[in-house]
């Protein structure tokens, strides 16, 4: 958690930072919907690294308290994950420049990260990816805590693919690149397939 990009707090483990590298570079989206900025380091580096992969992608980020941050080719709104009808219309959803990457990093929540997979189901298509961080409280942070965010990530990304994994999977060639879930993001890279 204490780590920097251009001097920016940005809340990224090494691991993730090099499996969204090489996501990205196959992926290479034109849009990319982040839910949490927090201090607005991670939208800055997704923003760099798609402008030197020759990517011409535009940034939303959304936050509850969004950053004064000002960073090229990224927007920053107020808005919250679980109601994000409010923040993202349908006409802009509808005009947004594809393919779509949305990366879902607000409160660990279990409704909120349940409410974000569910507001972008609508709108991912066969090929998208939705990248559900921080499945990792578990194990950081231990059972008490999981419990008071209702079984957090983990539970919302199981109950989501209970109703909808016939349209998704887990990137288990992603979670297990470096070792089994080796990552912040356990079980957490899910790739639309239908
Ligand atoms: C883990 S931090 C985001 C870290 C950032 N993406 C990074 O990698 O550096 C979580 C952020 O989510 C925001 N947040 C909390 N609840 C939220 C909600 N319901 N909707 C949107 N953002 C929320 C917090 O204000 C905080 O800034």
């Avoid at 969204?20 to 989206?29: D, G, N, S």
């Avoid at 949490?36 to 959304?62: E, M, N, Q, T, Y």
């Avoid at 994950?81 to 802009?92: F, V, Y």
Wanted: charged fraction near 25%; proline fraction near 5%; hydrophobic fraction near 40%.
């Amino acid at each position: 958690m204490r780590y920097t990009y251009k001097g920016v707090p940005t809340y990224k483990n090494p691991f993730d930072l090099a499996l969204y590298q090489m996501l990205l570079w196959q992926q290479k989206p034109r849009t990319l919907i982040e839910i949490g900025s927090k201090w607005g380091g991670s939208a800055l580096w997704f923003a760099d690294i798609l402008r030197s992969f020759g990517v011409d992608c535009v940034i939303h980020s959304i936050d509850i308290t969004p950053p004064s941050i000002s960073v090229q080719d990224v927007t920053f709104h107020r808005g919250d994950g679980r109601n994000l009808a409010a923040t993202l219309p349908a006409d802009l959803m509808e005009n947004l420049p594809r393919p779509m990457f949305v990366i879902e990093d607000a409160d660990h929540h279990c409704e909120t990260t349940l409410a974000v997979l569910r507001f972008f189901d609508r709108w991912l298509v066969a090929g998208e990816y939705i990248v559900v961080e921080d499945g990792i409280v578990d194990d950081l942070y231990g059972p008490e805590y999981v419990a008071r965010l209702m079984g957090g990530p983990r539970r919302a990304v199981e109950l989501f693919l209970r109703d909808r994994g016939q349209d998704y999977e887990i990137d288990t060639g992603l979670c297990d690149h470096f070792g089994t879930n080796v990552t912040w993001n356990v079980n957490g890279y899910l790739r639309r397939v239908r």
